[in-house]
């Protein structure tokens, strides 16, 4: 028996060592993950319009530090623990994603969307942006060589590179430039020819349609309650009349309200199945462009689940559009802008003076 009991601890003492190994390396993967996420952004902290004092005001403790931000009276910090990434929906329908000949056929990002993850509020935040934001876009010529900057649709600035790893960085440059030198850790490139796949892979979603879109599908009825599947997803996210006037605005609301359907269903099945999200992550690798790894992937899973999110967490850029020559010019409301950036990735800071 004594034998025994000794085979059956060896056993026992075997298996605790292989579930703590394995926990351990899934614990150091993650560490691997947000370390890495840390390291990829350009810059450290927006540069927002500050204020520097020299002199510290008598009775105050605290010392004024050069990246505060004083807004309306207050005074605030940016939350550096907070992890920020740029999604972008590529105007193209390939089922692979290829690169492409220098010059500016990278494909337009029709949908732009920034996903916020803040661990100190444990809460997911989206912030939409209009395709035809007018800000500085850098032009490159057919070799790849830097020609000028000039403002234009922010969605041009993907077209430019090389339709891969270019392309996306030169479009996370163009947002962060406009959020003030945002800090942004990664990015998601989709063609939009993989919007069917991934709403199916989430079982689909429910909307309330906003807008007549019968030219495109019959189902898709103003005011019809749907459950989008393959097709209608792709129409509902991607379709729109151009020969109306802000179509493209029309178009954001309905993105806008899809991303909230789509991350709820996402967050149920990621509770349901732990690997959900890299195994949906997989199933559109060819489908598009991305700097995240899996170890990366990893460490973002459990907030999918563990983070609060409802509608009120994704907010719009306000703006109005207008139409100059050929093409609608949609002109940021800088106040909204900047106010979006204090209440997103900004703490207020108890400082008197």
């Known amino acids: 028996m004594r034998g025994k009991g000794s085979v059956f601890l060896i056993i026992w003492a075997s298996l605790m060592t292989l579930i703590v190994l394995g926990l351990v390396g899934f614990?150091?993967?993650?560490?691997?993950?947000?370390?890495?996420?840390?390291?990829?952004?350009?810059?450290?902290?927006?540069?927002?319009?500050?204020?520097?004092?020299?002199?510290?005001?008598?009775?105050?403790?605290?010392?004024?530090?050069?990246?505060?931000?004083?807004?309306?009276?207050?005074?605030?910090?940016?939350?550096?623990?907070?992890?920020?990434?740029?999604?972008?929906?590529?105007?193209?329908?390939?089922?692979?994603?290829?690169?492409?000949?220098?010059?500016?056929?990278?494909?337009?990002?029709?949908?732009?969307?920034?996903?916020?993850?803040?661990?100190?509020?444990?809460?997911?935040?989206v912030i939409g942006i209009n395709r035809n934001s007018m800000t500085d876009v850098d032009f490159y010529d057919e070799y790849g060589r830097y020609q000028t900057t000039m403002v234009a649709q922010i969605a041009a600035q993907h077209a430019f590179g090389d339709g891969m790893e270019k392309s996306c960085e030169y479009q996370v440059k163009a947002v962060s430039n406009m959020f003030y030198q945002l800090?942004?850790?990664?990015?998601?490139?989709?063609?939009?020819?993989?919007?069917?796949?991934?709403?199916?892979?989430?079982?689909?979603?429910?909307?309330?349609?906003?807008e007549d879109l019968t030219k495109w599908d019959k189902s898709l009825k103003e005011?019809?309650?749907?459950?989008?599947?393959g097709m209608q997803a792709f129409h509902y996210i991607k379709t729109r009349d151009i020969s109306l006037f802000g179509s493209n605005d029309t178009r954001l609301e309905r993105q806008k309200q899809y991303l909230n359907g789509f991350i709820k269903a996402v967050r149920e099945k990621s509770s349901e199945d732990p690997g959900f999200a890299v195994d949906l992550f997989k199933s559109v690798s060819d489908m598009m462009v991305t700097n995240i790894s899996v170890d990366e992937i990893s460490y973002l899973a459990p907030y999918i689940t563990s983070y609060s999110f409802d509608p009120s967490d994704i907010r719009v850029i306000k703006g109005k559009t207008q139409k100059t020559g050929k093409f609608e010019e949609f002109i940021v409301d800088d106040e909204d802008l900047y106010n979006t950036i204090i209440d997103t990735f900004y703490e207020k800071v108890d400082y008197v003076g």
Not at 68 to 90: A, C, P, S
Not at 186 to 200: C, F, K, L
Not at 223 to 229: I, S, T
């Open 27 to 125: 614990e150091m993967v993650r560490m691997f993950g947000k370390s890495n996420l840390s390291a990829k952004s350009a810059t450290s902290t927006p540069m927002m319009a500050g204020s520097d004092y020299d002199v510290q005001p008598e009775g105050q403790s605290t010392t004024w530090q050069s990246d505060w931000v004083r807004y309306n009276g207050e005074v605030y910090d940016y939350n550096e623990d907070i992890t920020t990434f740029l999604i972008m929906g590529i105007d193209k329908t390939d089922e692979v994603v290829t690169a492409v000949p220098e010059g500016d056929q990278g494909g337009q990002a029709d949908a732009l969307f920034l996903l916020v993850l803040d661990p100190r509020q444990s809460e997911i935040k």
């Open 223 to 229: 005011g019809a309650e749907v459950h989008l599947e």
């Open 183 to 210: 800090p942004i850790h990664g990015y998601v490139a989709i063609n939009m020819s993989a919007i069917p796949t991934i709403n199916d892979q989430v079982g689909g979603v429910d909307v309330t349609v906003l």
